[in-house]
């Protein structure tokens, strides 16, 4: 299994697994074709080009951990994969 495929399950998994990174995010958005856009503050934005798909979130801080919310977002989002 590759580490896109790992990472992929990783978020993918219900219910949504407490240890999940922002670094970890990033990674698996850029292998799936989005692109980092820096917003102001801790606002980032990844799009995807090929899909028009735009997802937006907030840098997790003090701490690089997502909160449950966010990965429930990003798990609607990457139903599509």
Do not use: C, W
């Not at 697994?17 to 934005?45: A, F, M, N, Q």
């Not at 990844?46 to 951990?65: Q, S, T, V, W, Y």
């Amino acid at each position: 299994m590759s580490k896109k495929e790992k990472l992929l399950k990783k978020f993918t998994d219900v219910p949504p697994k407490s240890d999940l990174t922002y670094d970890e995010l990033k990674t698996l958005l850029e292998s799936l074709g989005y692109k980092k856009i820096e917003g102001s503050g801790s606002r980032v934005k990844f799009f995807n080009e090929a899909i028009r798909d735009l997802i937006l979130l907030h840098k997790p801080h003090p701490g690089n951990i997502l909160n449950k919310a966010t990965v429930r977002d990003i798990q609607e989002k990457l139903k599509k994969f």
